[in-house]
């Protein structure tokens, strides 16, 4: 019999709903765990139930009613199998079984998966039974694909949890050196800026040379200083990060980057970019400092291909230029604050900018080499 045809067939439907609204609520893997166990026992009345969790390759099973299976321990091979196949797996006899002394006769093994990710493995197994028919298969994968939901979004607020401590983190040493720019250093400036436009006015010839130039290189350090303050104020100012959609806040970007820069071309589909990730006010200042980035460093028109790649818990926005590229030896170092690259005149500050907003809301930006030879940044969000 079918699981559409059974006639409890709307009960059943209904109990699974409940168990994935109520899973969507958990707040740790550890109550998606519990609970999906709970409605293994109760919606299938099943005494043999164990769940195996999947992260970075690595299965080990967390929790389990079978006293053969340790926390801890690596996974049978029948859900070794349904991971690795990414489809249901059925067993019976000896390779059903998690001990070679158990009484079991047959082993059903589930993947929770959410696109492509596996994130847990569902194994059910039972005594009395000789196969898993229909009927338990099909509401079990349903009960899986809502454990699997639950976990990832449990993942995702946690990755974007960590982002927040380490931004807070770096806040506050930015912040200790904003003071002390602002204050030590600062001070200092004046006063060497206040003697050498002494000494420039009373002094003639090479010294007076020498005078003018301390005081221009005074006059830039102040400068600097007050760029990191208004940076270290915008990235206080800025506000939580929240879903907002990815396509106008792209469109507004190049509409204005290509209006403000006659020999820059963005080819951008609109529609290709129909996603929602979590980012913040500045997001779009993200876009617009990579945009002209290529502009600015590189010589005559240049062309920008953007194209989106979508994940189970994040999305990667890609901008690819026809540019000069970046020297692989920098690469690393551009994303540092004040660095910049050999034939840059700029403060260093604008990738810079880019990365703590980025990691601010839970992502990373790269660059690697484009198809085309120049550069191509790759910044990574979280799924809203």
Do not use: W
Not at 176 to 195: A, E, K, M, P, S
Not at 258 to 272: H, I, R, S
Not at 335 to 348: I, N, R, V
């Amino acid at each position: 019999m079918s699981f559409e045809n059974q006639t409890d067939f709307a009960k059943q439907v209904a109990d699974l709903n409940k168990y994935g609204q109520a899973l969507n609520r958990c707040e740790s893997v550890d109550e998606v765990v519990s609970m999906t166990l709970e409605a293994m026992s109760l919606l299938f009345d099943a005494a043999d139930n164990t769940f195996v969790e999947v992260r970075n390759d690595d299965l080990q099973v967390v929790h389990s009613t079978n006293p053969a299976l340790s926390v801890g321990e690596a996974p049978t091979s029948v859900a070794r199998r349904a991971y690795e196949s990414r489809t249901t797996e059925v067993a019976s006899g000896a390779d059903a079984r998690a001990a070679t002394d158990t009484e079991t006769t047959a082993a059903l093994a589930v993947p929770a998966t959410i696109v492509d990710e596996v994130t847990a493995v569902l194994v059910m197994r039972s005594t009395s039974r000789s196969e898993f028919d229909d009927t338990v298969v099909r509401p079990m994968e349903i009960l899986a694909s809502h454990a699997a939901t639950a976990i990832s979004n449990i993942r995702s607020r946690e990755r974007l949890e960590r982002a927040r401590q380490d931004l807070e983190t770096k806040k506050e040493m930015v912040e200790l050196y904003d003071r002390l720019l602002r204050h030590d250093l600062g001070n200092d400036l004046q006063v060497i800026t206040g003697f050498s436009e002494v000494l420039a006015d009373e002094a003639d010839g090479e010294t007076a040379a020498y005078a003018e130039r301390i005081n221009e290189a005074a006059h830039s350090s102040a400068d600097l200083i007050q760029r990191v303050g208004n940076l270290v104020s915008t990235l206080e100012e800025e506000e939580e990060p929240e879903p907002r959609g990815l396509a106008p806040i792209l469109e507004r970007t190049v509409s204005e980057a290509e209006t403000g820069y006659g020999e820059l071309t963005v080819e951008f589909d609109k529609a290709a970019f129909e996603e929602t990730v979590y980012a913040g006010d500045l997001l779009e200042s993200v876009f617009t400092n990579i945009l002209t980035n290529a502009v600015v460093h590189n010589e005559g028109e240049v062309t920008v291909r953007t194209s989106v790649e979508t994940g189970v818990d994040d999305v990667v926005v890609c901008f690819a230029d026809d540019g000069a590229g970046i020297d692989p030896s920098v690469r690393d170092e551009l994303f540092e604050m004040g660095e910049k690259g050999p034939d840059s005149s700029g403060s260093g500050f604008g990738l810079g900018f880019v990365r703590a907003l980025t990691e601010s809301y839970g992502g990373d930006v790269t660059v690697t080499e484009s198809d085309a030879g120049g550069a191509e940044f790759r910044v990574r969000l979280q799924r809203g």
